[in-house]
């Protein structure tokens, strides 16, 4: 059986959403598919390579077999991944490849897991690769549409993002470094996150008017910078796009990874163009 799952963008609220501000989130329309067949061993194929059970190389997938073991007897799988999401950009390969793999696993060996299990299964997966998460990538990757977190209060996102990928970055590095900042200056910092948690709340609130959102992206990047989590390349990014009449921010940690704004008719060299994406996970035809 053939599952898929939809990657995500933050649109507003990162690492302020660590400290319980909020944070909204899409699903974008790029997805991963995971086939699977009943078979004697464990044979894992990705673009990482093609291993067994394999908890260096596969980590997400071995995981989530691991944890659909617990409801189904699984002596053996094989496995195929094919992704539209960059790896380790912050775009949400790893929930979509978690949440992907459990829904073809379930289709495949006859296991009815509804949306709420395979997202709780799916944080689990999540927790026992990174040691701790927020739980929004599986969330968004299960069920599609876009949420204003910790609500999960849905909204309806009316226009197309550009993305440009700066490559890989480390979203434990760039949450301790905000952690290290808030330790010297708490009371600066607070303010930040309660400036960030206001974006949130007024961007849910003014969806439909672009202008608006603009200038809370511009808004949100500036903050994003003052905490220390954008870089050179990324300042310089977007001061280029300025000048181009773009308004544009980080999606995610920071530190390199994924910089978007609101498509309006110019795509920047180098970016992919996506849409919000209403359907989460799914069964796909063989
Ligand atoms: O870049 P990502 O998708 O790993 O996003 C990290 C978002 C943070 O707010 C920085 C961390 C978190 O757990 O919410």
Same mark, same amino acid.
């Given at each position: 059986m053939i599952a898929s799952a939809p990657g995500k963008i933050i649109l507003f609220g990162e690492h302020a959403v660590v400290y319980g501000r909020h944070a909204l989130v899409s699903a974008i329309n790029k997805r991963c598919r995971v086939k699977v067949k009943k078979a004697g061993d464990f044979r894992i194929k990705s673009r990482l390579g093609v291993t067994g059970l394999d908890f260096e190389t596969h980590p997400y997938v071995s995981f989530a077999i691991k944890r659909f073991d617990e409801v189904a007897d699984v002596k053996g799988a094989d496995i195929e991944i094919e992704s539209e999401i960059p790896i380790g !950009?912050?775009?949400?390969s790893s929930a979509a490849v978690i949440v992907a793999t459990l829904k073809a696993l379930s289709a495949e060996f006859g296991v009815d897991l509804n949306n709420e299990e395979i997202f709780e299964m799916a944080k689990k997966v999540e927790i026992d690769v990174?040691?701790?998460? !927020?739980g929004i990538d599986p969330f968004i990757s299960t069920y599609g549409g876009a949420w204003l977190f910790p609500e999960r209060r849905r909204v309806d996102v009316p226009f197309s993002f550009f993305v440009v990928n700066l490559g890989e970055k480390s979203t434990a590095e760039m949450v301790s470094k905000v952690a290290e900042l808030k330790n010297r200056h708490p009371e600066v910092v607070e303010k930040i996150f309660d400036a960030i948690d206001l974006i949130s709340l007024e961007a849910s609130r003014n969806m439909g008017d672009v202008e608006f959102v603009n200038e809370l992206i511009a808004l949100n990047q500036s903050l994003l910078r003052a905490i220390g989590v954008s870089t050179p390349e990324i300042d310089e990014l977007i001061a280029r796009f300025e000048r181009g009449e773009l308004v544009a921010k980080i999606t995610g940690?920071?530190?390199?990874g994924c910089v978007f704004g609101i498509y309006m008719g110019k795509k920047p060299e180098g970016s992919m163009i996506v849409e919000c994406e209403t359907e989460g996970v799914r069964v796909e035809e063989e």
């Open positions: !950009s912050g775009l949400g990174q040691g701790r998460a !927020s940690a920071g530190g390199g």
